[in-house]
């Protein structure tokens, strides 16, 4: 089936340091989305995006859908103690077919 | 409005027991699925519902059959547990055009 790559796996950051993390797919995607999942929490919606190229902000966090329909990336700025947790993107590439998740990228904050 | 709830938040089964897993949600969504998540391998589609009456087989199926009998609930259902069914399992739902999904908090199950 089809598979979402994301990357990095985990990352360790300082507090008040900027992250990027990516999302890349062997086919093309008409939607994105990015979901961050809290300790013992189900994960929860934080931007979905439905145009090629389209940039689209929630707070310190913007999101952008490539152009080339294949990836997308999420931006965290001035990251917080409260941003750790797992982060995944989804796709869907047509009609009804259900999401495809990402593995997810593991984000811890050092204070 | 509760949104996605899910019953129990945890259990532990021997093996060979059954369970039923149980979903609601509030929001009048036409799509309802279910996951399941292991350490390193995300979140697996185990069946969804296009709506009420109808399921259909996600990525990993085996094991497990599902029920719509009303739009706001999706049942999970474990005939035989196995230790491999061990898992955290979520449960989400969307709207009419079935991209943006909202999940319930999880029920982790244990199968010894």
């Known amino acids: 089936g089809q598979q979402l790559n994301q990357s990095p796996q985990s990352m360790f950051i300082q507090e008040g340091e900027d992250v990027s993390m990516n999302c890349t797919s062997s086919s093309i995607f008409n939607t994105w989305l990015w979901y961050k999942q809290d300790p013992g929490e189900g994960p929860v919606l934080l931007i979905a995006l439905y145009k090629a190229g389209e940039l689209t902000s929630n707070g310190r966090l913007t999101a952008q859908f490539g152009i080339t329909r294949k990836d997308s990336f999420l931006n965290i700025s001035a990251s917080i103690p409260s941003d750790v947790g797992i982060y995944f993107c989804a796709g869907r590439n047509s009609g009804n077919t259900p999401l495809v998740f990402g593995k997810g990228t593991r984000l811890s904050v050092i204070a | 409005n509760a949104g996605v709830t899910q019953t129990p938040k945890f259990r532990v089964l021997k093996t060979g027991q059954s369970m039923t897993l149980l979903c609601a949600q509030d929001?009048?969504?036409?799509?309802m699925y279910w996951y399941r998540q292991d350490p390193g391998m995300g979140l697996r589609l185990i069946h969804y519902?296009?709506?009420?009456?109808?399921?259909a087989k996600g990525e990993v199926p085996d094991g497990y059959n599902v029920s719509r009998l009303k739009k706001q609930n999706f049942l999970l259902g474990l005939e035989s547990a196995a230790p491999s069914q061990t898992s955290v399992y979520f449960c989400?739902?969307?709207?009419?055009?079935?991209?943006?999904?909202?999940f319930g908090p999880g029920t982790r199950l244990t199968v010894t």
């Open positions: 929001m009048n969504h036409e799509y």
């Open positions: 989400a739902s969307s709207g009419l055009a079935g991209i943006e999904q909202y």
């Open positions: 519902s296009v709506g009420e009456g109808t399921t």
